[in-house]
């Protein structure tokens, strides 16, 4: 069965540690509920977003760098 | 009584109306981004209207009450729960000794105020309980909640059970957001396509709006006036002899982002600021998350006044209705 992850804050949403990093996950990789998929920037600080789900085969729905809402599905995984 | 703090959010802090009077020495007003929001969850609860309340961004905090008490949440549309049962906003909430209160995603707005009949005991520091973070003034130790925090609560005055705002007289920002502004001192220093530019355009919310300041992004960079740079000014054509900064002034440095300077500003720099933000219409930006499109609209003195009788026919219409 397939589980949103969802951004807990408004903000922007980035896909990697820093700008020269790879991402934190890339589509297809399985993830264990700890791990860190992704930040927020907002009010200048980082916030981490955690899968909160062991799954497998996660998909990212939002791009690196794109704005994201409070509670809008980032990607997927098989959990 | 006292409040538990499981979880504190993304920054709660403990806000009332805000420390007026030391912001030519360096201290902002402080307070809540939306004192009508304030103002509305007191009375829903029977505190005096400026009675200290938590003001939470973005997240909700998770609270355990060690006591029966009477709450209130109002401002941001972030869903309510206790012991996980929804509850309405903007309502008297009749909260049992060990209930958990805590919140879903954020939906509409960017800021919610928890009232608590008897208010959030913590010591006045020059003369209110608002949190100033960066100076570590006020509110809980001076800074924003920390699980394990328990927060003293005062001695409830008798109120009515049930009580609701409806939704009428609740105000939030439209879509696009609108914002009025006063052209200020500095108004002449950009020339006439850029202050036209600066209020057709659409601007957006950045990222990093906070109490301090709310940046924005999106329009046109500003085009200034050729001048001789004045003594003590610095080069840039954005820079003004130093000079002090009111509340809701939008400075632009490099003609590039508009920031309003909010509760928590600094203030004096050397920065232009082409006008300031009506005081009628501060509330509406505590409500403003990032990404939301605003404009800024142009209005005059009578406008302004006009609107701040407005806003004060509101407030007063939120008390007869809570009386």
Known sequence: MSTEIKSPLPGVFYRKPSPESAPFKKDGDTVAADDVIGLVEVMKSFHEVKAGVAGSNIRFSVDDADAVMAGQVIAEVEA | ?323
């Not at chain 2, 109306?17 to 809540?32: E, K, M, Q, S, W």
């Not at chain 2, 409830?156 to 696009?176: E, F, I, T």
């Not at chain 2, 928590?264 to 600021?273: E, R």
């Not at chain 2, 409500?287 to 939301?292: A, D, E, I, K, S």
């Open chain 2, 1 to 323: 009584m006292t409040i538990k703090v499981l979880h504190p959010g993304l920054s709660t802090t403990v806000q009332d109306l805000g420390r007026p009077g030391y912001f030519h020495l360096g201290i902002p007003v402080g307070g809540a981004m939306d004192r009508l929001a304030l103002r509305a969850a007191n009375l829903l609860v029977g505190n005096d209207e400026g009675a200290a309340c938590l003001e939470a961004v973005f997240i909700g905090p998770q609270l355990e009450f060690t006591a029966p008490a009477r709450i209130a949440v109002t401002g941001a549309e972030m869903p309510i729960k206790l012991d996980g049962v929804e509850q309405p906003g903007w309502t008297a909430l009749e909260v049992k000794a060990g209930q958990v209160l805590s919140f879903d995603y954020l939906k509409s707005g960017a800021r919610i105020i928890i009232a608590v009949s008897g208010g959030i005991d913590v010591p006045l520091a020059l003369g209110s309980r608002s949190t100033y973070p960066i100076g570590a003034l006020g509110g809980f130790k001076g800074r924003a909640i920390a699980a394990g925090d328990e927060l003293p609560v005062g001695a409830a005055s008798s109120s009515k059970a049930g009580l609701s705002v409806r939704d009428a007289l609740r105000r939030k920002p439209g879509h696009p957001a609108e914002l009025r502004v006063l052209p200020g001192l500095y108004w002449h220093r950009i020339l006439p396509e850029s202050q036209a530019s600066f209020f057709a355009d659409q601007w957006k919310v950045a990222p990093e709006a906070d109490r301090m300041g709310y940046r924005f992004r999106g329009g046109q960079a500003l085009k200034f006036v050729e001048r001789e740079q004045p003594f003590g000014a610095g080069s840039d054509p954005s820079n003004i002899v130093d000079s002090c900064y009111p509340y809701g002034s939008i400075q632009v440095p490099g003609g590039k982002e508009p920031i309003i300077l909010h509760r928590d500003a600094v203030s004096g720099g050397g920065y232009f600021m082409v006008g300031t933000v009506i005081s009628a219409d501060m509330d509406l930006i505590g409500q403003l998350q990032p990404n939301m499109p605003t404009r800024f609209v142009e209005i005059d003195m009578d406008g302004a006044l006009a609107a701040r009788a407005d806003r004060k026919a509101l407030l007063q219409k939120i008390r007869e209705a809570l009386a």
